[in-house]
């Protein structure tokens, strides 16, 4: 079994912060995202749209809705305006 490497140079840090969900409400909505459109989380970066995996306007609502079951109050516009994970 091989570790992982940690980040030595603030490059690789920033590389991982680009890319790995950075707050709790990133990562659910990760995962949301990756259960709505059958992908895995983890190719999923934080710098993605939903549209570069499929996602379209049927997989904004539906997204706006496991949002809202999750207590998280997100709509459709929302989500259509700022279709990056991140934001």
Known sequence: FKSPSVPSTNKDLAFLESVYPQSTEEAILQQLWANLLHVKPYEIDRTDSIFSFGGDSVSIILLAQRCRQEGYDLNA??????PILKD
Do not use: E
């Open 77 to 82: 516009n929302q989500m259509f305006n700022t």
